[in-house]
């Protein structure tokens, strides 16, 4: 699916754009695309003018919600489809996502991009041949690409999560030029699709599933032991667990996983929030 191009509101953007028409302001610069550029928007009465073309003025927009120019109204991003999953901007220009009201990224502290940059940077991802098994919205593949990966192949299983991608500005694009077709992102369950990669085909693994509740087959031991086969000797995974149910039932999943991975075939250790495996 190709990425879109339009505006991106969010309440307080909507806010500034009637703020400055109703100061009989001809012009407003700011950004429509979540923090990635600023731009300049022309004003007038009815209309405001962006990259050559007219929109009308945005309705009362609700918090916590990314809206998108659909070519007849501003809608929500966000579908359900049996879930509801919706984009949700964040203070610090990328957005996260939800899934059914569940925050998908860590966003309290710092934006989800840098969050991604600290967890490539412990597989040293420069020209290295990268698995991303769980996708979402792409930040772990984005920056691998700015990292100079050699290539990345990324799974994510849920379409509405990947139709999310396609109106997220922070989202890599497969097919835009500054990629240089180092991404390839599938549409596909990783847990059924890693039995037709090669063996020690990949130099790296960034693991990012969903919580064990969720998709417990990713914390299996016969998926970890998939893991290790299609990783070369030496190479790294991380693996991001969080502390899932740590403060009422006392679970440790780090050290649950950190074990696994042991039997699996890797050298582990816990690394920020989740674990750093080596395969032995």
């Not at 700011?30 to 929109?55: F, T």
């Not at 290295?128 to 984005?142: Q, R, S, V």
């Not at 920056?143 to 139709?163: M, P, R, T, Y």
Request: overall charge neutral.
């Amino acid at each position: 699916m190709s990425h879109y191009s339009g505006p991106l509101l969010t309440r307080p953007i909507a806010e500034a754009l009637l703020t400055a028409r109703d100061a009989s302001a001809s012009e407003w610069t700011g950004s429509l695309d979540l923090g990635r550029s600023n731009d300049h928007v022309a004003l007038q009465p009815d209309a405001w003018l962006w990259r050559d073309r007219s929109y009308p003025y945005p309705p009362a927009l609700k918090d916590r919600t990314i809206y998108y120019w659909d070519g007849d109204t501003y809608e929500p991003v966000s579908r359900f489809s049996g879930s509801l999953i919706k984009l949700v901007p964040t203070p610090w220009g990328a957005p996260t996502f939800e899934i059914d009201g569940i925050k998908m990224l860590p966003t309290s502290k710092e934006s989800p991009v840098e969050d991604a940059r600290r967890k490539v940077a412990l597989v040293e991802p420069r020209g290295k041949a990268i698995l991303d098994t769980c996708g979402g919205l792409g930040y772990f593949a984005a920056c691998c690409l700015e990292a100079g990966v050699g290539s990345i192949q990324s799974f994510e299983k849920n379409a509405d999560v990947l139709w999310l991608r396609t109106l997220n500005p922070w989202s890599p694009d497969p097919q835009a030029p500054d990629t240089g077709g180092r991404l390839r992102l599938t549409h596909g369950d990783v847990s059924e699709a890693i039995v037709q990669i090669a063996d020690v085909s990949v130099d790296a693994l960034l693991h990012d599933p969903p919580r064990f509740g969720i998709a417990g087959e990713l914390y299996s031991l016969a998926f970890y032991e998939q893991l290790a086969r299609v990783l070369r000797r030496g190479g790294r995974l991380f693996h991001y667990t969080g502390s899932p149910n740590k403060l009422t039932s006392g679970r440790d999943v780090p050290r649950e996983v950190a074990k696994r991975l042991e039997k699996a075939g890797f050298k582990a250790q816990l690394a920020l929030d989740g674990v750093l495996a080596t395969r032995r």
